[in-house]
DNA sequence: TTGTAGGCGTTATCAA
DNA sequence: TTGATAACGCCTACAA
């Protein structure tokens, strides 16, 4: 391996005046300047990051912790971000962290070895925060999870208020003269976002005075394809009398609507299905997904303001609400009034 | 930050004597690791990497270079290569690369860096192994991609055999009575693997005496919906008498067929369209995409063990082939005979 | 079984 | 403008 001592073995310089060309500091000749780089080139030299990072040093480097390698909504969020960051004199550091993995760890364990000046989680479970999170001292915003109830000075939010937005996807569906309405969610005891959107539709039900049948029509799957595939027939063979369904993310609604196809029922004739997230392929695939459209561009903006601000100003946490859309779609349709 | 010394000190014993716990060495009086253990939870101390890599040891990492945060294939193969290195004394490194980057240097980096016992390489652009490559110097893998022509003794690699592949899907496609055949693929400057579907496919048309004009019915789009969505556009406008699309990738097939749609022709029944790759989604898809499966757990397991066994016994390159399956669907339907 | 000391590659401080 | 040197946190010979 190339080391700033061989370059500087070969310029005839010190290590010191290498680093300094390096670090594009000022203070070095032209001349030295040029031999070092000119060498550095030669040679490939790329400067090793384990040792950089030995001394803390604030890094100008913004964390990223992504939950869930392949959620669409955070890779369009995390292009966002990116390509807002080049604007700045701010590097990121991204990691993909597990659906199941603790990111107030990966936190610490990157605050220890990249000393970054503040993270953004796109995604997190809560109660990873509960405890632990003390020990991460750099401002914080957690996008797309409402942290509101967070104890914690240093740890912003921005997100969508996730009780209206399926609150406003059940309203949708009972404006369409839909009254028998099936959901597909996440587990409402590990996923606190499932929970609020949960709730959101339970509102709704009860503000139309609507029926809902807590036991029966709400079925429990992971956010994949074939997950909410057999959620939608374990839900289906439960409710049989069902016209509509909310699955909690658009991917849910896309298993959902093969499933109830696999059963030769017609969406949106037979059941009608909305989604949320309005991910990329809601509006590709057939019927186009009715779906709560989140604005990632938005969610990404604020947030990465948000956490500049909070750097350079040091303020205190904000929890901000990003407005949804409602997306129609044609997943969804109306139904005759009954007779 | 808590560091060995401060375990060390708390602990009464020396910073030797906290690493050896800390890597479970097993010349530690009992004594000693149980006291040094409830220290190290007690402060919730982790060990700093950037400093425990600096010494280059071997470090029993296997790291993997993703190309493309999107790509579900690799979604499927890594997640698949997970679960098998989990019965194994290795830890695995992910890194997520753009589509663009250049994975050789990232590799030379993370090689630096990480110092691994080997890596695998999920897709890649050839043309960055030309130069460069040579300064990797562990056994190393090219999953997905076709590695023969590259003169490494340190690279194998494990692949569909595209060309092939796409020469089964033109065939498919005529045996299924089509003749004007249209193709949506990646640029064939770029993609090594396009050209290689390309060769596939035209070689196809030769074997069956089908004209194939290479300038009006190829066109070229990125691997996204809405790329493939205009390019199928472009290919329809220019080439009205097509009856199959050949998409070198389901993402692009969902892409084509929804361009279809909006130009109100039908799919299979007016157009039918040939996916590529096999994606958990194509099965979920309306219709069900009729595709060239990659099969991604022989593609994630032969990858694997060629690795383990190029580390252990530091045997050369090996290029192998896995076969691949053709998945009928619902996108591709028999053309009637023409009168 | 434990401790001491030196080194990994880089940057920062201070002196020249 | 440059160079010598001391950290940074950890691991590992080697010595005890």
Do not use: W
Request: charged letters at 25%.
């Amino acid at each position: 391996m190339v080391t700033i001592r061989d370059i500087a073995r070969e310029s005839g310089y010190s290590v010191s005046t290498v680093s300094r060309v390096l670090n594009n500091r000022r203070d070095v000749s032209p001349d030295a300047r040029q031999k070092i780089e000119a060498i550095v080139a030669a040679r490939h030299f790329v400067p090793n990051n384990n040792a950089r990072h030995m001394r803390c040093v604030a890094s100008k480097t913004i964390a990223v912790l992504v939950k869930g390698t392949f959620n669409l909504l955070f890779a369009s969020i995390l292009e966002e971000i990116q390509s807002m960051v080049e604007n700045t004199r701010y590097t990121l550091a991204v990691s993909y962290l597990d659906e199941e993995a603790n990111e107030v760890e990966q936190a610490q364990i990157v605050c220890r070895e990249r000393n970054p000046m503040g993270i953004l989680f796109l995604g997190g479970n809560l109660e990873y925060f509960q405890e632990g999170f003390e020990e991460v001292d750099v401002p914080c915003v957690l996008v797309s999870n409402q942290g509101r109830e967070l104890p914690f000075s240093n740890l912003s939010s921005v997100a969508t208020d996730d009780k209206a937005a399926a609150g406003c996807a059940i309203d949708y569906l009972i404006a369409q003269g839909h009254e028998k309405i099936g959901i597909i969610g996440g587990d409402l005891k590990l996923s606190y976002t499932s929970m609020q959107r949960y709730i959101g539709c339970v509102d709704s039900f009860r503000v139309h005075q609507v029926e809902f049948d807590e036991k029966r029509c709400f079925e429990k799957a992971r956010f994949s394809y074939d997950s909410a595939y057999r959620a939608m027939k374990r839900l289906l063979a439960r409710c049989g009398d069902i016209t509509a369904v909310f699955a909690m993310s658009d991917v849910m609604a896309i298993g959902a609507i093969r499933a109830l196809r696999d059963l030769g029922l017609g969406v949106p004739e037979d059941i009608s299905v909305m989604g949320f997230d309005g991910i990329t392929l809601a509006e590709f695939y057939n019927p186009k997904l009715a779906t709560i459209q989140q604005q990632y561009q938005t969610l990404a903006s604020r947030s990465l303001e948000l956490l500049l601000k909070s750097i350079d100003l040091n303020t205190s946490s904000i929890h901000e609400i990003v407005p949804f859309k409602l997306v129609e779609g044609e997943s969804v349709i109306k139904r005759p009034a009954r007779l």
